[in-house]
């Protein structure tokens, strides 16, 4: 049955990229053994049906160029529930570990003395590779996978290292990169990354309203202008694409 889940404790639960299926066990054993579940806003409806209705479910989602609570808020909200004797439940969309602050609400939990633990998740990349029935690493071709973020702060650049990311033999993803698409295309060219390379945008992945682009990294902001993007999207770029 795996750890306890203690009264007064908090578990950071990855809540996978949207289909309720995709959830391990694990995380749906602790969803349903929780007082108070705290969720992101990008958390599926199917996800959230899993927990029962005597669970308390708190809204602490943040989304880009919407009112949200900070993370701070968010902090606090996790301790206070644990201190009163609460099984708390985070629950994040995709893996708790890639791109989601998990270490500033593990640190406030120690930092008050509350026992706090992880639940892993599957990730959007895997789940939109599987979409694509691709692989993301590929012997000779594709041996190097980078995860990296196009979020920042508004009106300011985006401060990655491109050239470490043009690599021939590289499979880059690119989380919440949609509305940084032009940025995030015109730098890898610049960098030295052929325009030809594929390149794949998966919005929605795993729901039934999921929509791919595929096409070539140059030709990306002309394709995303044809179609109305309104969900979370992934960006996946490198010759591994090619080969799905």
């Given at each position: 049955?795996?750890?306890e889940?203690?009264?007064?404790?908090?578990?950071?639960?990855?809540?996978?990229?949207?289909?309720?299926?995709?959830?391990?066990?694990?995380?749906?054993?602790?969803?349903?053994?929780?007082?108070?579940?705290?969720?992101?806003?990008?958390?599926?409806?199917?996800?959230?049906?899993?927990?029962?209705?005597?669970?308390?479910?708190?809204?602490?989602?943040?989304?880009?160029?919407?009112?949200?609570?900070?993370?701070?808020?968010?902090?606090?909200?996790?301790?206070?529930?644990?201190?009163?004797?609460?099984?708390?439940?985070?629950?994040?969309?995709?893996?708790?570990?890639?791109?989601?602050?998990?270490?500033?609400?593990?640190?406030?939990?120690?930092?008050?003395?509350?026992?706090?633990?992880?639940?892993?998740?599957?990730?959007?990349?895997?789940?939109?590779?599987?979409?694509?029935?691709?692989?993301?690493?590929?012997?000779?071709?594709?041996r190097?996978?980078?995860?990296?973020?196009?979020?920042?702060?508004?009106?300011?650049?985006?401060?990655?290292?491109?050239?470490?990311?043009?690599?021939?033999?590289t499979?880059?993803?690119?989380?919440?990169?949609?509305?940084?698409a032009?940025?995030?295309?015109?730098?890898?060219?610049?960098?030295?990354l052929?325009?030809?390379?594929?390149?794949?945008?998966?919005?929605?992945?795993?729901?039934?309203?999921?929509?791919?682009?595929?096409?070539?990294?140059?030709?990306?902001?002309?394709?995303?202008?044809?179609?109305?993007?309104?969900?979370?999207?992934?960006?996946?770029?490198?010759?591994?694409?090619?080969?799905?």
């Amino acid at each position: 049955m795996g750890e306890e889940f203690e009264s007064g404790s908090v578990w950071l639960v990855g809540a996978g990229p949207g289909d309720p299926e995709l959830l391990t066990r694990k995380a749906e054993r602790l969803v349903r053994s929780a007082t108070v579940v705290f969720h992101d806003a990008l958390v599926s409806t199917g996800v959230l049906d899993l927990v029962p209705s005597h669970v308390r479910l708190e809204s602490v989602g943040k989304r880009a160029g919407r009112h949200s609570i900070d993370q701070a808020s968010i902090d606090k909200l996790l301790v206070q529930a644990a201190l009163t004797g609460e099984k708390v439940v985070r629950l994040k969309g995709g893996d708790p570990a890639i791109f989601a602050r998990s270490g500033e609400e593990v640190a406030a939990c120690r930092a008050a003395g509350i026992i706090v633990r992880i639940c892993p998740g599957i990730t959007a990349a895997s789940a939109a590779a599987a979409s694509l029935e691709m692989s993301l690493t590929l012997r000779g071709l594709a041996r190097k996978l980078v995860f990296v973020t196009a979020h920042s702060q508004a009106a300011e650049p985006l401060t990655l290292d491109w050239s470490s990311l043009t690599g021939p033999d590289t499979t880059l993803a690119v989380y919440m990169g949609k509305t940084a698409a032009d940025e995030v295309v015109r730098r890898l060219i610049v960098a030295g990354l052929p325009g030809t390379t594929p390149v794949a945008l998966v919005e929605n992945v795993s729901l039934p309203e999921e929509r791919q682009i595929l096409t070539r990294l140059s030709r990306l902001p002309l394709a995303m202008r044809t179609i109305t993007l309104s969900g979370p999207a992934i960006i996946l770029v490198g010759e591994a694409v090619g080969q799905g």
